[in-house]
């Protein structure tokens, strides 16, 4: 006789004024896309998992913002974790929530499935789950005032489980928060960054790198405050170039540079034309270099 695995069961308590801060945040932003991360304490028996969130981190002041894309500020969501698990170790990163109310679409993107499959399989994610929180909708009138789903992904499974209403509720419990004078201060100057300002080519460049691209990874360049995009590129004869395209956060309409470490001579005159050359987008760099790269590459060989 075969003895399958039981099929994993999840349960979730959340704090109501932790979904409440969650709210809010989607009240402030009622064009762009936000989110941030969610913090608790799990249980795991057997596969049956006990999902208790107990706090949220807000964004941070540098987090980048458009109707189809959102990037955390990383940075700062590490100190506020670091200096809330001094007085709760037993505090763990659950996983993230974000919105799409402000785009209306209805679940997880592709870019957003392909990004927590990534985030739960790595080596240094410390719990064998991610837990995502998608606000969907702004309900009028309506108690809550949002719409919500709740996904899990589990490491080493390519199944996404969506977790029923049924199975989540709300609890009247203490929010773990950080330290109150940090929020304050990182609050303010989050109100005056510039780089909160939408920025619609970097949500389109999300979406392509996503589908198109998928070893590309999106950072943050911290000396600067500005995204950057780096991966390798495939070339014809079978090498590749490691290649770097960064948004230029002093000019106005924010054009890419784009850059590669590679040494072949055969490509060295095309890499030092594209110094000085400026794109309006990530996207657009890239598909131009590879293109240029490429046909040097072939008129070389064919030489």
Known sequence: ??????????????????????????????????????????????????????????????????????????????????????????????????????????????????????????????????????????????NPRYAVKHFIFRRGDKTIYEIPAKNVKLVDAAVIQPPQADTVTLRESAVRSPRSEPNLERAKDHEFFAEFYPGFKSLLAKNIGAPYWKGSLALVDGSSAEIVTLEDPDEGARPYSIGSSSKDPVIADILERYKNRKFQSARHAVIYLERDLNLALYLGKKG
Request: proline share 4%; glycine share 10%; net charge negative.
């Open 1 to 142: 006789m075969l003895f399958r695995s039981k099929k994993p069961a999840f349960s979730i308590a959340i704090a109501r004024d932790a979904l409440e801060s969650i709210f809010d945040e989607c009240d402030k932003y009622d064009v762009d896309e936000t989110g941030g991360r969610l913090l608790g304490t799990y249980r795991n028996d057997n596969g049956r998992y006990e999902i208790e969130v107990k706090g949220v981190l807000e964004p941070g002041p540098n987090a980048q913002r458009s109707p189809t894309y959102f990037l955390q500020d990383g940075e700062y969501q590490e100190n506020q974790f670091r200096a809330i698990e001094a007085s709760h170790p037993d505090i763990e990163h659950l996983g993230n929530w974000h919105t799409h109310h402000v785009n209306g679409h209805p679940t997880l993107s592709g870019g957003d499935r392909q990004t927590y499959f990534r985030t739960v399989n790595h080596d240094k994610h410390n719990t064998d789950f991610f837990y995502a929180l998608l606000v969907v909708s702004k309900k009028r009138g309506g």
